[in-house]
């Protein structure tokens, strides 16, 4: 089942902020990992063909975030992948994950930029007034 889109960009100078909203952080770390893909391409012509596992493990949910999203960009730096589809699960400061996707098809993807990471500014995880919980950093470009 498709994941419904609860994610956008900001601008930060010559970067690009990512930001992920969800009813639990597990959902706001998928919907980030979604902004960061659609930095690269259009996250819908990607197919979810395989899936791979990305475990992470942080000393607090801001620096968990940043591996997580590092994590995928070095899962597709060495796979040659683009990600479509993440299923997260956050236990305190642990993360276990798949995430669907295919091999980078340079013709059809039409690759926009490089992530090259994630990084620090404007790192924050925490809830909004109405309880929602939004995951946001900048990724280097």
Request: aromatic share 8%.
């Amino acid at each position: 089942m498709p994941q419904q889109q609860t994610w956008e960009h900001f601008s930060h100078q010559a970067d690009i902020g990512v930001r992920g909203t969800g009813a639990t952080v597990s959902e706001a770390f998928e919907q980030a990992a979604c902004a960061l893909t659609a930095v690269i391409t259009d996250p819908h012509a990607v197919q979810a063909k395989r899936a791979v596992e990305i475990r992470c493990q942080a000393p607090d949910r801001e620096l968990l975030l940043v591996d997580w999203l590092n994590a995928i960009v070095y899962a597709m730096a060495v796979q040659h992948m683009l990600f479509c589809r993440f299923e997260v699960r956050t236990d305190g400061r642990q993360l276990s994950a798949y995430a669907w996707g295919e091999t980078i098809d340079i013709a059809r993807h039409q690759p926009a930029v490089e992530v090259k990471g994630a990084t620090y500014t404007e790192l924050k995880v925490t809830q909004d007034p109405v309880g929602r919980w939004i995951a946001q950093c900048i990724v280097d470009v």
